[in-house]
């Protein structure tokens, strides 16, 4: 199937092989979307990322032949600004996560005014390299109403890249003389279309939602969508408080239990009446990603990687940690360590711990195997800043779908 609808398939996570496509990861981070079109066949012929301690993790993971970073470039340690696209015209896919601070609802919210936009390079990578295909990646906060004209602007750069600002040009006189082609009827470079997702309604235990920008280049013909949702709240509802499947699945006695929210009893009775047949997958808890780990704080298992008890988790109002049987809040990246109420576990009882590394890598999506060496605060600004391997590996094996068939 190309056009229509698009199903994430979890088989595919074992998938390691690439398949003629090939790309260069921007920002690359951690490597979460980078590890998500690996697992859908895509070699990267170019990894950049500035972060010296990102840079690491990757050369870690590379070192140690972990896959499928065993088979990447090595990363190039700098400044995107700095670095060239000669030799790589053509080329299917360019990818990447533009640094999110500018935008992040828990930052300064700076956005174009911030030297720490990327977009700008984002584009610079799309002129210069004429991919078939884009997937760059945001945070929610850059389709705030503050932003939402300078997210137009990148949209419309990204649609005709070739008609760069001229020299001292402000953005927005760009912004107008972008505007007035497209109206005039000027041919698109690249069919361009964004979304706003939650990672969880995508199998992943986090409600993490994520901006993605796609565009397929103009002479790529194929009707394209993006994935369809597999997971739902009210199918975990349903499993929790319906059916009693999910504490039966874990083992968690009655007693054990927390109590049934009241304020879901309405939602409950019409559940109980719905045609189950319609019902997605259930969303992915805490403990549907953390339980089969031993607890940390009462055992050390060396042998789980990056499992160590951290202890002064503190909660505080607004930030009381993530309830062990829902899934996690969007994990934070934090500007001065690691955020105290966000990173957290909440168990039923009300106790409170920080996430392990390995934990938070497990929320994240990210596969057992990959590495994690360096301080536990900047490890988790790596995790925070990641996008979920499994989100990545959807929105990647729909658009390498359509790319492999044109």
């Known amino acids: 199937m190309v056009s229509g609808i698009f199903?994430?398939?979890?088989?595919?996570?074992?998938?390691?092989?690439?398949?003629?496509?090939?790309?260069?990861?921007?920002?690359?981070?951690?490597?979460?979307?980078?590890?998500?079109?690996?697992?859908?066949?895509?070699?990267?012929?170019?990894?950049?990322?500035?972060?010296?301690?990102?840079?690491?993790?990757?050369?870690?993971?590379?070192?140690?032949?972990?896959?499928?970073?065993a088979h990447w470039a090595d990363v190039t340690e700098g400044d995107v600004r700095d670095f060239?696209?000669?030799?790589?015209?053509?080329?299917?896919?360019?990818?990447?996560?533009?640094?999110?601070?500018?935008?992040?609802?828990?930052?300064?919210?700076?956005?174009?005014?911030?030297?720490?936009?990327?977009?700008?390079?984002?584009?610079?990578?799309?002129?210069?390299?004429?991919?078939?295909?884009?997937?760059?990646?945001?945070?929610?906060?850059?389709?705030?109403?503050?932003?939402?004209?300078?997210?137009?602007?990148?949209?419309?750069?990204?649609?005709?890249?070739?008609?760069?600002?001229?020299?001292?040009?402000?953005?927005?006189?760009?912004?107008?003389?972008?505007?007035?082609?497209k109206t005039k009827g000027g041919k698109s470079e690249y069919h361009v279309v964004t979304r706003l997702v939650n990672a969880a309604n995508y199998g992943v235990p986090q409600k993490r939602e994520r901006v993605f920008i796609v565009g397929f280049r103009a002479d790529v013909h194929r009707p394209w969508t993006f994935p369809a949702e597999t997971h739902t709240q009210d199918a975990l509802?349903?499993?929790?408080?319906?059916?009693?499947?999910?504490?039966?699945?874990?083992?968690?006695?009655?007693?054990?239990?927390?109590?049934?929210?009241?304020?879901?009893?309405?939602?409950?009775?019409?559940?109980?009446?719905?045609?189950?047949?319609?019902?997605?997958?259930?969303?992915?808890?805490?403990?549907?990603?953390?339980?089969?780990?031993?607890?940390?704080?009462?055992?050390?298992?060396?042998?789980?990687q990056a499992h160590k008890f951290q202890p002064g988790a503190k909660s505080y109002p607004g930030h009381t940690g993530s309830p062990l049987d829902e899934p996690a809040k969007a994990l934070k990246a934090g500007g001065h360590g690691v955020p105290g109420g966000e990173n957290m576990l909440r168990r039923p009882d009300g106790s409170i711990r920080y996430f392990t590394v390995r934990e938070c890598a497990r929320i994240q999506t990210f596969p057992d195997d990959f590495i994690f060496d360096g301080t536990w605060g900047e490890v988790m600004r790596q995790l925070g800043n990641a996008v979920p391997v499994k989100l990545a590996q959807c929105v990647a094996g729909s658009v390498c779908e359509l790319l492999r068939a044109t």
């Open 7 to 69: 199903t994430c398939d979890s088989s595919r996570s074992e998938r390691t092989t690439f398949e003629g496509l090939q790309s260069i990861e921007l920002f690359a981070g951690a490597g979460g979307l980078g590890l998500g079109f690996s697992l859908s066949g895509v070699g990267h012929q170019a990894v950049v990322e500035w972060s010296k301690h990102a840079c690491e993790t990757l050369r870690t993971n590379k070192r140690h032949g972990v896959e499928p970073i």
């Open 84 to 181: 060239s696209f000669s030799g790589f015209d053509g080329l299917d896919l360019v990818t990447g996560g533009p640094p999110c601070q500018p935008f992040s609802m828990g930052g300064k919210h700076r956005g174009f005014l911030d030297d720490r936009d990327m977009f700008p390079q984002a584009v610079r990578a799309v002129r210069e390299v004429k991919p078939r295909a884009f997937v760059f990646e945001n945070v929610r906060g850059l389709t705030r109403a503050a932003f939402y004209n300078y997210f137009n602007y990148i949209l419309l750069q990204l649609e005709f890249p070739s008609l760069q600002a001229k020299v001292g040009e402000e953005w927005l006189d760009h912004l107008a003389r972008l505007e007035k082609n």
């Open 237 to 304: 509802l349903y499993d929790q408080w319906v059916t009693g499947d999910y504490w039966e699945r874990h083992k968690v006695s009655k007693r054990q239990r927390p109590e049934q929210p009241a304020k879901i009893e309405k939602k409950l009775a019409g559940l109980r009446e719905s045609d189950l047949s319609k019902l997605l997958s259930p969303w992915q808890t805490v403990r549907d990603a953390i339980a089969d780990l031993p607890d940390p704080e009462k055992k050390t298992s060396q042998s789980v």
